[in-house]
């Protein structure tokens, strides 16, 4: 079975503050997904990172892909109270029937 | 344009008895599946399916069938609910690719399920 854990599991930080949050594993992937979910939602997809050593930014937030597709990270610049919740990557492997979700990661920002 | 519709939002079940989430898609969506999430697990794969007349398991199936007769439902039932199943259920669709990187999946917003 595939894995895919989140550090850290919980992470409490005031408005304005940088973060970063890991995923990592074992295992090779395909690509890299990154969802956020708020309470009471389901998952909504971020980014997608494909390439090894692959960076995207989003806004405020920098999204980058291992070079050898085993892990990702996901930083947050100035975080805001709006980016609150739980982040969880996801591991793709060919057929996509198996997607595989880490730990999860649960982020609030205080103002 | 509803997307993934799940229901219901709440479900309290006895050890034993039986019910069926039910889970609908207005994309034409191939790929279906269901997901349970518990604190600090993540998501984790119940059943999927590809098409209808499809199903295959995931990584955590026992307890659990499913059917797809239309493309568009794709209910998940308990036969005899444990404890061991108290979760949040999520039901997710999506194109069905060969390489996933441009296809995300859509998530429902869940059913909160407790077996006493």
């Known amino acids: 079975t595939q894995l895919l854990e989140q550090s850290p599991q919980f992470l409490s930080i005031q408005e304005g503050e940088n973060l970063t949050v890991y995923c990592n594993s074992s295992s090779v992937f395909s690509s890299l997904q990154w969802y956020r979910q708020e309470p009471g939602e389901g998952p909504v997809l971020l980014v997608t990172v494909v390439t090894g050593g692959e960076v995207k930014k989003l806004k405020r937030l920098t999204f980058q892909f291992g070079d050898a597709r085993k892990d990702s990270s996901l930083h947050i610049t100035a975080a805001q109270p709006g980016d609150t919740g739980l982040y969880l990557c996801?591991?793709?492997?060919?057929?996509?029937?198996?997607?595989?979700f880490g730990t999860g990661t649960r982020l609030l920002v205080s103002p | 344009n509803a997307g993934v519709t799940q229901t219901p939002k709440f479900q309290v079940l006895k050890t034993g008895q039986s019910m069926t989430l039910q889970c609908a898609q207005d994309m034409n969506h191939e790929y279906m599946s269901w997901y349970r999430q518990d604190p600090g697990m993540g998501l984790r794969l119940i059943h999927y399916?590809?098409?209808?007349?499809?199903?295959d398991q995931g990584e955590v199936p026992n307890g659990y069938n499913v059917s797809r007769s239309t493309t568009e439902d794709f209910p998940l039932r308990l036969l005899s609910a444990a404890p061991s199943q108290t979760s949040v259920y999520f039901c997710?669709?999506?194109?069905?690719?060969?390489?996933?990187?441009?296809?995300?999946?859509?998530f429902g917003n869940g059913t909160r399920l407790t077996v006493t």
């Open positions: 997710a669709s999506s194109h069905l690719r060969e390489f996933s990187y441009n296809s995300p999946l859509h």
């Open positions: 399916s590809v098409g209808a007349g499809i199903t």
């Open positions: 996801a591991g793709v492997n060919t057929g996509f029937q198996k997607l595989v």
